[in-house]
């Protein structure tokens, strides 16, 4: 049975840092998954944040560039977003999504886009407060 696992959400103030961490059991090797991170803020849709292409390719929506880094660590399996000069309309629910394919979607709803992809996080929530 293949375990998504994710951690680092918290409360903090504006400009404060966090960083999400996803750690994936699978057999496959991982750097046989194209990875990326959605939040979900009011509502039911999901918002791509970032993602990493299996060659290692990144991509970043608009209001998180230059404040947000992904990264992963094959040995440990895991995926992480570095989260820097956190504003209050960061606050939402984190969840990390992983496919042997592509992570492309923008944004759809969060219960569509688990069943779209491979492996799907059980969320993180992060608030920051101003």
């Known amino acids: 049975e293949v375990h998504v696992v994710e951690s680092g959400g918290g409360s903090v103030q504006t400009g404060g840092s966090l960083r999400l961490s996803c750690t994936i059991s699978?057999?496959?090797?991982?750097?046989?998954?194209?990875m990326g991170w959605y939040r979900q803020g009011p509502g039911n849709d999901c918002e791509l944040v970032s993602t990493i292409s299996r060659a290692g390719d990144t991509h970043y929506t608009d209001s998180v560039k230059g404040r947000f880094t992904i990264s992963q660590d094959y040995a440990k399996k895991s995926l992480y977003l570095q989260m820097n000069n956190l504003k209050p309309e960061d606050t939402a629910v984190y969840y990390c999504?992983?496919?042997?394919?592509?992570?492309?979607?923008?944004?759809?709803?969060?219960?569509?886009?688990?069943?779209?992809?491979?492996?799907w996080g059980q969320g993180t929530q992060v608030t920051v407060s101003s």
């Open positions: 999504a992983a496919d042997t394919v592509a992570v492309t979607f923008s944004r759809l709803p969060c219960h569509v886009l688990k069943k779209e992809y491979t492996y």
């Open positions: 699978s057999e496959l090797g991982f750097d046989e998954y194209a």
